[in-house]
Every structure is written in C-alpha cells, then in structure tokens.
C-alpha cells in the first residue's frame, strides 16, 4: 500500500521520521512525500547463497570456476546489501582469474564507496584494459571521479557512458551533475541540449524537467506512483527520485533537507541501484564534513 508524509521545511522532514509530533510555528512550506515500506529481502537470493556456499565447500573445481563461483555469490551478497561478504568474495573471485572484468567493476565501486578513490580509479582502469566497450565501467569511474572532485575527468567518463545510450535519462542527470560541479552555467545549457533527445513519456524524464525547473518538486512527487504495477517497482521509483531530489537540495545548499532525502532514500533498500549506495557515501561525507 502507498502512503504519503508531509514534510514542513527541513527540520521537521527529521521530526516526522523520528516520531516526534511537534513542528514549527511558522512553516516555509509543506511538501507530501510518498514512500512505501522497505523491499524486503529476496529469500530466492538467500536460497542461491547456500547454494553456491555448498559448491565452494566441497566440489574441487579448477580456479577458473571456483573464480566464477565467488563472483556469482559475491552479486548476490551485493544484491542483499552485505557488501563486506560480497567484497570478500570479489577479491577472492579476482585472486583467482585476474582477467574477469566484471569483478574490478564491482570492486571499483566497493573503494569509491569506502572513499578509496585512487583504488577506485585502478580498478575501473583494470576494466577498460580488459574491455575497452564495458560501458558501466565509464559510468562508475565518473562517479568515483565525481566523489573524488575531479569533475572535469568525471565529466568525460559520464559523457562516454551516455553515449551508449543518449535517450537515458540517469545517464543525462550524472552528466549534468559532474558539469555543475565545475560550471554551473555551462551545465544547465548542456542539460537543455541532452534532454531534448529523451523521450517525454518515460517516467525519468521527469527527474530532468525537475532539474530544468519545468516541474516543481511537488509536481515530481505527484507523479512516482503513475503506471507502477508492482510495489518493487515503486519502491525503485522512490529510490530514485529522494536521491536526486536530494542532490537538488544540497545544490541550494539545504543540507538538513538534502539529508533527510538521502535517509529516506536508503529506507527504500533497493540496495543494487546506484541511487541507493551513493546515497549512502552522501551521508558518510556529510557526516565527516560536520565532524571537522
């Protein structure tokens, strides 16, 4: 079932999610936001763990399948969101068969989340050297770039990945992003240039008609749950649209309200999608800015 939260200016966005009934005298403004309960965890994904934890133990496998082996269970690790076990097994996984590019992705993306940005970029290098065309690779390295500050580089990685796809509407906003970093100015003329190839009809053009100021952030809310059919399907919606929506906020330099938006995102746990884990290093970072 779908429901809805009104939230009235920053603070009170963590009021309401901390259970607190008070809010303040003189709201700004007062924005519903509908969130659904957290997907739970996939017990096909549990069953396949075992499964292939099974077939470690006791076959005697070659290296290679043994590699394969460790990299499969390491996905599903990664899909349920235990990244410390799925990171295990990537290393072992890579230990075992260097040339599986598919491994330094996913390991990549482990270091830029630890904010271990110069393994991250060695391991996206590792998967380019070995695939010259394995397009998330480009995306991730911009996005470990991005983190890094190096929104010139990230800029290029991003602008690589969206070629492969230049309707894709998150392709679109990540570029967008990384040129912000560096201008601003520039950045909202590009994005105007990119959205004209997307198509109007797909839901996540409307992140971009966010960010070009065409919809307000009601607006945009008001439209996650049209043409959902399934509660998963909502639940990555949602993902998606707090995270961005975040990164709006914290664009305005309203860090309160950018990071209730970040939480509520990771309450979704879509865990494999982008949104989810970098929502997460948003947090960390904003935690070890408010620390110094």
């Not at 709201?27 to 292939?52: G, H, K, N």
């Amino acid at each position: 079932m779908r429901k809805t939260l009104s939230l009235t200016v920053a603070s009170v966005i963590t009021l309401l999610l901390t259970g607190c009934q008070s809010v303040p005298d003189s709201p700004q403004y007062v924005v519903t936001v509908p969130f659904a309960a957290p997907l739970p965890s996939d017990y096909r994904s549990e069953v396949a763990v075992a499964r292939y934890s099974e077939l470690i133990e006791q076959a005697e496998l070659p290296s290679e399948q043994q590699a394969l082996l460790y990299y499969d269970r390491g996905k599903l690790f990664d899909s349920l969101g235990l990244s410390t076990l799925a990171r295990i097994d990537f290393s072992r996984a890579v230990n075992l068969k260097p040339d599986l590019a598919e491994v330094y992705n996913f390991l990549g993306i482990h270091h830029t989340l630890m904010q271990q940005y110069g393994k991250a970029y060695e391991m996206f290098d590792s998967v380019l050297e070995l695939n010259s065309e394995h397009e998330y690779a480009y995306l991730n390295r911009g996005i470990a770039l991005y983190y890094g500050e190096r929104p010139g580089l990230a800029s290029d990685d991003l602008q690589a990945f969206l070629r492969f796809a230049p309707d894709d509407p998150y392709r679109v906003l990540w570029v967008y992003l990384a040129e912000r970093a560096e201008d601003p100015l520039k950045a909202k003329t590009s994005l105007a240039d990119m959205a004209q190839a997307l198509d109007p009809q797909n839901w996540a053009y409307q992140l971009v008609a966010f960010y070009q100021g065409k919809i307000t952030e009601r607006e945009l809310l008001a439209t996650l749950a049209e043409g959902v059919e399934s509660h998963q399907e909502y639940a990555e919606r949602l993902c998606e649209a707090y995270f961005y929506i975040a990164k709006s906020h914290q664009a305005k330099g309203e860090n309160t309200l950018a990071s209730d938006y970040f939480k509520l995102a990771l309450s979704t746990n879509v865990y494999e999608f982008v949104e989810y884990k970098y929502a997460r290093l948003e947090l960390d970072i904003m935690a070890g800015e408010g620390a110094h």
